[in-house]
């Protein structure tokens, strides 16, 4: 039912070197979880397939590319699975536990082991693995025949999906105590993105210099803990805007045009936020979920009738925003009101990362390992 986060101490000056850590709840783990509300469903929606991996202890992230889903178990399986009829497409074994998710662009895939090495396939075979000096929490971005790896002491690296030559190597002063959990790695136009601290930074995918950078959050607190607030990824993008999330304080939009910020809310939370070019979509550290419009950041909405359920990212998909909770529930909310639409249950555990769509079908990872495929309608 805890949400445990964990967090890992860096040292300043630039170095890599990890000194230890500690554990951080958040504050559903004090309150008991709102009993769930009797539903009448307002929309139809079933479980169409449904497939195993090991168990998942990390938050995974499925890539989704060409009509599949990629997903990686704990125990170092990569899989491809057709997003239809959960048929396995290809898989691949890459001899290790992996620490972090899988990034795809179709042909070549990557994930991080927990013994930092960054391994990279093409279809299912494997074509090179090489250390990246720290552990990794957020899922390698494949972009460009490149492929892009953050630590979680935020040095962002770039190696040639080809062949495995490093291409650039970015080390900034950043905080003391970072975040391990999936950060934000994406990508605008020909500019990398990525989250470093509470600011979202453009950098050039070619050589790693900073275009521009935008803070989303002002670090506030008497200590290292309190002031703690990277940005959490997976982010949204509408256009030229790109939404984020900041661990425990905010949630902004920034124009990755201009490389500057929109508006930002002061706003506890510990998952990422999901959304479109309308709406912004998130639950805070009570669970209390709110939507605010993407151009202004203005409240739309807030919801309540899930407080304490240690809820997922959401997914908006078409007029439903999704969210998964400990129990394994997902919960379909109307994107206009937040009332609760339709419950699926899937296999009890808590449902980890945030759902993903390949079309109409939306796929949900539970800690115990369960690939659940749902179809609203």
């Known amino acids: 039912m805890m949400r445990l986060l964990t967090l890992r101490l860096a040292l300043g000056l630039g170095l890599a070197a990890l000194l230890g850590g500690c554990s951080l709840f958040s504050s559903s783990s004090k309150n008991k979880p709102t009993p769930l509300e009797t539903v009448a469903p307002q929309i ?4 169409v397939w449904n497939q195993r991996l090991d168990s998942v202890k990390f938050q995974l992230a499925p890539a989704v590319v060409g009509g599949n889903f990629v997903v990686a178990g704990s125990d170092g399986t990569v899989t491809a ?27 070549f895939s990557a994930v991080v082991t927990r013994n930092n090495d960054l391994v990279v396939m093409d279809g299912e075979r494997v074509l090179w693995r090489k250390q990246v000096g720290a ?12 492929v892009f790896v953050q630590r979680v002491d935020r040095v962002v690296q770039a190696f040639d999906a080809l ?12 905080e003391a105590l970072t975040l391990a959990q999936a950060g934000v790695l ?20 070619v050589n790693g210099n900073v275009r521009w950078e935008a803070s989303v959050a002002n670090p506030r607190g008497t200590n290292e803990v309190e002031r703690l607030s990277d940005l959490l990824g997976p982010v949204v993008r509408a256009g030229e805007v790109i939404c984020v999330r900041a ?3 905010a949630v902004g939009c920034v124009n990755a045009e201009r490389g500057t910020a929109l508006w930002t809310r002061n706003v506890g939370g510990t998952d990422a936020i999901g959304g479109d070019a309308q709406a912004i979509f998130g639950a805070d550290g009570s ?28 997914l908006l998909l078409g007029n439903t925003v999704l969210f998964g909770d400990f129990e394994g529930q997902v919960h379909f909310l109307a994107r206009d009101t937040g009332k609760t639409q339709l419950r699926v249950a ?26 659940f495929a749902l179809r609203p309608e």
Do not use: C, H, M
Not at 346 to 371: C, E, K, M
């Open 44 to 47: 139809a929606g079933r479980v």
């Open 81 to 107: 699975l057709s997003a239809a009829t959960g048929q396995t497409v290809w898989r691949v074994q890459v001899g290790e536990p992996i620490s972090a998710g899988v990034g795809s662009d179709g042909r």
């Open 135 to 146: 552990p990794v929490s957020t899922a390698p971005l494949v972009a460009g025949e490149r």
């Open 163 to 174: 062949d495995g030559r490093k291409i650039f190597d970015l080390r900034r002063p950043g």
């Open 186 to 205: 994406a990508s605008y136009k020909d500019t990398l993105i990525a989250g470093l601290g509470p600011r979202l930074t453009g950098l050039d995918p």
């Open 247 to 249: 661990f425990q304080s």
């Open 287 to 314: 669970d209390r979920i709110t939507a605010w419009k993407t151009g202004s950041g203005d409240v739309i909405w807030t919801a309540e009738q899930l407080l304490y359920r240690d809820l997922s990212a959401p």
């Open 346 to 371: 899937t296999d009890g555990s808590p449902i980890v990362g945030r759902p993903v769509a390949s079309g109409t079908t939306v796929l949900v990872v539970t800690r115990n390992g369960g690939l």
